[in-house]
């Protein structure tokens, strides 16, 4: 099928309309409504921030059935959101910092002006927002945490005076989604107001589980938010949020997507699935039969699964205290931020109904934070925002692979047998075997033997204390002309420690030292180990920005800075730095554990500008950054990820984004952008599967990235949307809207391999409703993915299938289809 560029029907049917407007437009024209933002701290007009900066206010994210940052993704080009088999990917522009939990996140999230930096709160639900700012580029100085490639800026409805509420339900039955949302806000007395909020969220999932004969991912979603706003005095205002969350999942959205035939010729051409399925060890079964439930044999991609069941179960708490202060005209601001999580993870990490293994993780967290900042007042030759910046946290993290069945250890078994001349021939004790699949064990069988309840228990803890201090000072050199210098300088000590046994899942006690060791370390690229460390160290971001008005309708501005990303130490690995020291007679394998500081220069050039008398808006940003010592996550090709510093790379774009009203009734908006991304010196990449190794370190393949691109990096993505509002009667009135969400083709999974690109694709998006304003209700059709479009967020390599049993496979989540939801709202005032 042919499809026709969505970057030409951008073009062109912007262009169409603004040829129409200018033909058609009069004195009467329709204005548009003036978009405020907080992206530098002072409220000011959207059209005036020197930023590339999206704003989504809290009606549209409602009207669109926005629940989370992954729903939002779609309305902000060059922003990108996936959970992954075990972690959460947040890219802007093409940086991200990968699955880690002992990453601090690239792209920043803050609530309320508290960092919410942890990968894991990205999947919380959105609650009652007034906007989400997107701030895309280096954000280094008026941000307290590490923003080296964007900020996710949400900020809550905050109380009045006048009392109000709000009821909203929605049901899609195709999911059985539904959503209750509770809003209610007022004057508790005369100086103090109060807003509560609430939602509950329940969905049955859009993914059949055949093994376990139920639909996933299954949804239990509740937040409740309390916000009490005091003013004491005149000069002295005083929020407190109080917010408790659970948000919980029952299964994913993953299927294996392909499965290919071994190229191991003791499999006999079977694809993984097919070994799982039936396969006799030994003759005639003589060691053994490997027999699955029959849902292993779908392998390809039809929103069906073969799982034996995985869950998220997540916990969060956060208190937030923002006090005002105005002296004079200068305003001081005091933010003390409380904020904590618990999670509970069981992945199935083979993807497959077979009992072959799976992972346990558990999650804790803990984090203060307090902020003071010295606002100045406007109109003044020189202008400034200072303060300093405090925050300590604690991470404690654990997981573990657990082999609690006896079909892995059974095919390991049989592999050592079948290489040890005729098929069924015993060997003797003692006799060192080459198996098929590698393992260089001594005696009949140990390889699987060794395995049987086995656990990897990794326990990771994370310390950190920040402190920095920071100024942002403008000289408004004329009336059109403005210089803003900006510095922060930052200091940070991290102590993390690391520690790998292996046990018996039975009696939980270690596992005596020796053959296990070897096995564990050739299957699993695992080893016990113990590290611990220490790092402390500063540095100072600057950032220099110019503004010009042109005219009363157009602003120009450039902006350089250097931002970093501080270094830490890796959760994930299973093995230490230069290889172990004990696993007998095994391979030599490389982890990691401690990693440097990541630091991007970047420029900015960028116009907004308002157009047709204000009923047009068009803003453009041509961006370049370059970034060094690229921290990155590397899966080690069986079961782990290492974490190293990967050298530089560079992304270069261009965005725009704009609305215009065509009618008084047609509202018009859109974005657009444009990226390229390079990797400049990456040379430990990771091979995907079958591709030729460029060199070998410590028995770890690697193949150089040099040259190439990033995970999620479309040439292209953008939104058109087009809001059309009418009075059919004296007191309905009818709205109805209609978005467009297109990309080019992106690679989903971080390996690059070929055979995971996501091709281009145009989604559409309606909301129909009626409403009566007066009365106060809104009832609504909302349909997502209109033409059904299938789409997969993320994919890597089928755990141990190519590693282990010589078969090329992958894993993918997969998008979900279309849905037809009813909502209906009441609000009172």
């Known amino acids: 099928m042919t499809l026709i560029s969505p970057v030409s029907v951008f073009r062109r049917s912007t262009l169409a309309s603004a040829i129409l407007l200018c033909s058609s437009y009069s004195v009467a024209a329709p204005v548009l409504e003036e978009v405020i933002v907080t992206a530098t701290i002072r ?29 939002l993704q779609a309305y902000v080009p060059n922003l990108t959101m996936s959970e992954t088999g075990i972690g959460t990917n947040i890219y802007i522009r093409g940086i991200g910092s990968g699955i880690n939990p002992g990453f601090e996140q690239s792209v920043g999230m803050y609530f309320d002006g508290v960092s919410y930096g942890r990968a894991q709160l990205s999947r919380a639900p959105f609650l009652d927002l007034a906007r989400v700012e997107v701030l895309r580029g280096p954000q280094n100085i008026l941000f307290g945490k590490n923003s080296i490639a964007g900020a996710l800026s949400l900020i809550s409805a905050r109380p009045g005076q006048e009392f109000e509420g709000m009821v909203s339900g929605t049901y899609e039955e195709e999911t059985n989604e539904q959503i209750l949302d509770l809003v209610l806000s007022g004057a508790l007395t005369d100086t103090v107001g109060a807003r509560l909020a609430i939602r509950k969220r329940l969905t049955d999932g859009y993914i059949e589980n055949l093994t376990l004969n139920r639909d996933e991912p299954e949804r239990d979603e509740q937040t409740i938010r309390a916000i009490f706003e005091w003013d004491a005095t005149a000069n002295l205002t005083a929020a407190l949020k109080l917010e408790v969350g659970q948000f919980d999942v029952n299964g994913r959205q993953i299927e294996i997507i392909n499965d290919n035939p071994s190229t191991d010729s003791t499999f006999e051409g079977r694809t993984y699935a097919q070994v799982l399925n039936n396969f006799e060890v030994g003759p005639g079964g003589l060691l053994g039969t490997v027999s699955s439930d029959p849902s292993v044999l779908n392998n390809r991609q039809d929103f069906k699964r073969s799982s034996n ?15 005002d202060y105005a002296w004079g005209d200068h305003t001081f601001t005091f933010i003390t931020g409380l904020l904590g999580y618990e999670t509970s993870e069981l992945c199935d990490c083979d993807f497959t109904g077979a009992q072959v293994f799976s992972v346990a993780a558990e999650e804790e967290y803990s984090q203060f934070s307090q902020e003071i900042r010295w606002v100045s007042p406007v109109g003044e030759t020189f202008e400034f925002i200072a303060g300093a910046f405090y925050q300590q946290s604690e991470l404690d993290f654990f997981d573990s692979i657990r082999v609690d069945s006896d079909l892995l250890p059974i095919l390991l078994n049989g592999a050592d047998v079948l290489e040890g001349g005729a098929r069924g021939e015993t060997p003797a004790d003692g006799d060192i075997l080459g198996g098929p699949l590698g393992l260089p064990v001594s005696g009949i069988g140990d390889a699987g033997t060794e395995i049987i309840n086995l656990g990897t228990p990794r326990n990771f803890s994370s310390d950190t204390k920040l402190i920095s201090g920071f100024i942002q000072a403008t000289w408004n050199a004329t009336d059109y002309t403005r210089a803003t210098l900006g510095l922060r300088y930052s200091y940070e000590e991290k102590e993390g420690s690391r520690s790998l046994d292996l046990t018996d899942l039975t009696t939980g006690e270690s596992r005596a030292i020796g053959e296990v060791d070897t096995v564990v370390a050739k299957n699993f ?4 180990h113990d590290l611990s460390g220490k790092r402390t160290g500063g540095n100072l971001a600057p950032s220099l920005n110019i503004q010009h008005d042109w005219n009363d309708d157009i602003m120009l501005y450039a902006t350089a800075s250097i931002g970093y990303k501080s270094g830490g130490f890796d959760a994930r690995s299973n093995a230490s730095p230069g290889g172990g020291k004990l696993r007998p007679a095994a391979p030599e394998i490389d982890g990691s554990f401690e990693y440097d500081d990541e630091q991007a ?14 009923a047009a808006e068009l803003n453009v940003a041509a961006f370049y950054t370059q970034y060094d010592d690229l921290q990155v996550s590397i899966f080690d090709g069986t079961l782990g990820f290492n974490v190293g510093n990967a050298g530089a790379a560079t992304t270069m774009g261009l965005e725009l984004d704009g609305r215009m009203a065509l009618t008084e009734n047609l509202m018009m908006t859109g974005a657009l952008a444009f990226l390229d991304f390079e990797f400049t010196e990456f040379a430990n990449g990771q091979c995907y599967q079958g591709q030729p190794v460029d060199f070998v370190v410590n028995g770890n393949p690697f193949c150089d990235y040099k040259g190439k691109t990033n995970q999620y990096v479309a040439d292209y993505s953008g939104n058109l949307t087009f809001v059309y509002t009418t009075m059919v009667t004296k007191d309905i009135e009818f709205r109805g ?9 992106y690679n989903s999974s971080q390996n690059l391999d070929p055979s995971q690109e996501q091709d281009a694709y145009i989604k559409a998006n309606l909301r129909l409703s009626l409403a009566d304003v007066a009365a106060g209700w809104d009832a609504a059709i909302l349909v997502k993915n209109l033409t059904d479009e299938t789409t997969i967020s993320y994919s890597n390599d089928t755990p141990l299938s190519n590693s282990t049993f010589g078969s090329i496979g992958h894993y993918g989540f997969i998008d979900p289809p279309r849905t037809t939801a009813l909502q209906v709202t009441y609000r009172w005032y």
């Open 737 to 745: 809207g209609a978005d467009f969400v297109f990309t080019g083709a």
């Open 309 to 323: 069941g995985d869950f998220s179960y997540n916990d969060t708490q956060n208190a937030t205290l923002n006090v």
């Open 601 to 614: 220069t970047s420029f900015e050039l960028g116009a907004k500008s308002t157009l047709l008398g204000g």
């Open 43 to 71: 409220a000011e007009s959207l059209q005036d921030v020197p930023v590339s900066v999206n704003a989504v206010s809290g009606e549209k994210m409602m009207e669109a059935g926005i629940g989370k940052v992954e729903d």
């Open 525 to 528: 690229s695992a080893e016990r």
